[in-house]
């Protein structure tokens, strides 16, 4: 079973993950998963932290020799802006708190970030207490686990792509099929370069007004096996547990597989994807549209997995929202720190992770094997049997 967690505050010393679960003989490198924390790092909109910012993963455990080993993989990730919060973020009880410490205290509450119900949950006198862990930043350790997560799907043929449809009301019409290197390329993440100007010039808008943009974004992962997820119990079906996975990125309000709302109001011969006879053994159920997002009955149903995720705007704004302090309930403006004006680029590379973290753990639970040739046996035993059953049984 695939479990993992993190660990660490925005501006502590550093992130950590655990990971665990993970078959023996997966080839990883720090650089691989160097690779996917850039991707998270990139996109218009973001502020001055990730200017600062290298994500390195560290491999403290779990690898020799560029392979897993099937004990846990532990990571870490050091943040460099702690020079600049030493004494702010001290693990020790500070004596003789300096007046710029103390100037970190947060009291005046944002509407829209953890900050009230986190210091009212605690106990908390200081919203510093909530924010730091509130903090998108805990994303990087997801990106650190999801590309170990990747890594083990790409053994098997499958691949994860994201892109953003939209950013702040500005909806892209992109080609099909999705040129991926353009999407990269692109510093909204976007595959309609048309469109991706107007979002440009939107977050543009917004930072001029001191304000903040959301966006959709969809994840799609190819090559997905039949199977994967389960019918029989809640927690074990897999559309379920991708919406917990993306609801649970910083500022997502909405998840759908495939067009989710889109599909309300049409009847169902416009909704189901008819299944073509099969001709050719090596690729059973086919189908000429993909509507339902690649999911029925809990399980992935072998055709592309398309997850999309709505996120608002960020609470953060540089022209604060009125509000209140949390020492007097008086009236005051909200707090402004450092903050990113849309997120929705960056977070397309997050919501990868989250998927792949979620197929991930599936893929073990329909394969399992303490090593990547035992899954492997299991995986290629699975796939002959897929297939109209007078035929392959
Ligand atoms: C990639 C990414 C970057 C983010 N950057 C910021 C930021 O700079 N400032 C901010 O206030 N919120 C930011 N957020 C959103 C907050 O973390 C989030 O709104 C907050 O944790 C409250 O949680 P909720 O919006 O899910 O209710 C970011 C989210 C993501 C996914």
Request: proline share 6%; aromatic share 6%; hydrophobic share 40%.
């Amino acid at each position: 079973m695939i479990r993992w967690f993190t660990a660490g505050e925005s501006h502590g010393q550093g992130l950590m993950v655990i990971m665990e679960g993970l078959p023996a003989g997966l080839p990883i490198t720090e650089e691989y998963i160097g690779a996917q924390l850039a991707r998270r790092q990139r996109g218009y909109g973001r502020g001055g932290r990730m200017l600062i910012e290298q994500d390195w993963a560290h491999i403290m455990s779990g690898v020799r020799h560029g392979m897993t080993l099937g004990s846990p993989i532990g990571m870490t990730l050091e943040n460099k802006d702690w020079v600049n919060w030493q004494e702010a973020m001290s693990v020790a009880a500070v004596e003789n708190y300096s007046q710029e410490g103390r100037n970190k205290r947060v009291t005046r509450i944002r509407p829209g970030h953890a900050d009230l119900p986190g210091a009212m949950k605690h106990g908390f006198e200081d919203v510093r207490n909530v924010l730091e862990r509130a903090s998108a930043r805990e994303t990087a350790a997801r990106v650190a686990a999801g590309a170990i997560a990747m890594r083990l799907l790409e053994e098997f043929g499958i691949q994860l792509h994201s892109h953003v449809i939209s950013i702040g009301g500005v909806w892209a019409s992109p080609k099909e099929p999705i040129d991926w290197e353009a999407v990269e390329d692109s510093p909204v993440r976007c595959a309609d370069p048309e469109a991706a100007s107007r979002m440009i010039a939107e977050i543009d808008a917004a930072r001029e007004a001191g304000d903040t943009v959301g966006g959709t974004v969809e994840v799609i992962a190819e090559n997905v096996p039949i199977g994967l997820g389960s019918h029989t119990q809640w927690d074990r079906k897999l559309d379920g547990r991708l919406a917990q996975a993306l609801m649970s990125i910083n500022a997502v309000k909405a998840v759908s597989i495939g067009p989710g709302w889109d599909v309300v109001n049409l009847r169902g011969s416009q909704v189901h994807d008819v299944i073509d006879p099969v001709t050719d053994p090596d690729r059973p159920w086919q189908r000429k549209t993909n509507r339902a997002g690649g999911t029925e009955g809990g399980m992935t149903d072998g055709m592309p997995l398309v997850a999309r995720f709505g996120i608002k705007p960020i609470a953060t704004l540089r022209n604060p929202l009125p509000s209140v302090d949390l020492d007097t309930g008086e009236a005051v403006q909200a707090h402004f720190e450092r903050s990113d004006v849309c997120q929705a680029p960056p977070a397309g590379v997050i919501g990868e992770a989250m998927v792949a973290l979620v197929l991930a753990e599936a893929f073990m639970e329909k394969f399992g094997g303490d090593s990547i040739p035992e899954t492997r046996r299991n995986y290629q035993g699975y796939m002959k049997t897929v297939g109209p059953r007078k035929l392959f049984q």
